[in-house]
């Protein structure tokens, strides 16, 4: 450690062992996944930037105009800006991280809400005051449910409402039982 403390004060860096201080990161151990046209027009990029070339040099050799030379630059430029930003550490967040995140949140609040709610009713019963019955949730008003009508009771009623043709053979008996059956369903 001391020749370290010895290199800072002299204006170095301190030395990182056999391989030069550079620390290989796994960006950099990693295959490149960009087409070779896409690294053809990076180095030609980078040439120029270095110096090394001139831009219809670069524009020619990668096969475009000046102009769009200079397009592709700034979108270079405008990507290593922004690999340079700094991330967060750690996974990313994802939607079913999130979801499960704020379904354990809404379990503990539920629990919460209960111990709450049972400390609440042995205070109310404590100082003697009666409880109220917790209310139902409210719903919307509920529709009349309306009592079913057979197809066959229905087709009787409609037979009985009908006049009938003179000797058809129905007899008052019979629509009388036919009335009553279609009362006892309604």
């Known amino acids: 450690m001391q020749s370290s403390t010895a290199d ?3 204006g170095r860096r301190p ?3 056999k391989t030069g201080g550079t620390k290989r990161t796994k960006a950099a151990s990693r295959p490149s996944s960009s087409t ?3 690294r053809r027009v990076a180095a030609a990029i980078l040439e120029v930037l270095a110096g090394a070339r001139t831009v219809t040099d670069a524009a020619s050799a990668i096969g475009v105009s000046p102009t769009r030379y200079y397009q592709l630059e700034s979108r270079a430029l405008e990507g290593l800006v922004v690999a340079c930003e700094s991330r967060e ?3 990313r967040p ?6 499960a995140r704020l379904q354990k949140e809404v379990g503990r609040l539920e629990r919460e809400l209960g111990r709450q709610q049972a400390l609440a009713r042995a205070a109310g019963r404590a100082v003697g005051l009666v409880a ?3 209310e139902p949730p409210s719903k919307k008003t509920p529709k009349k449910r ?3 009508t057979t197809r066959a009771l229905r087709a009787a009623r409609r037979l009985q409402s009908t006049p009938t043709p003179e000797g058809d053979g129905a007899t008052d008996a019979g629509r009388e039982a036919e009335a ?3 009362a006892a369903a309604s």
């Open 8 to 10: 800072r004060a002299k």
């Open 15 to 17: 030395s990182r062992g």
């Open 180 to 182: 009553s059956a279609a």
């Open 132 to 134: 109220a019955k917790p």
């Open 94 to 99: 994802s939607p079913e991280r999130e979801c």
């Open 36 to 38: 070779r046209e896409a």
């Open 146 to 148: 309306r009592r079913r």
């Open 89 to 91: 550490r750690g996974p």
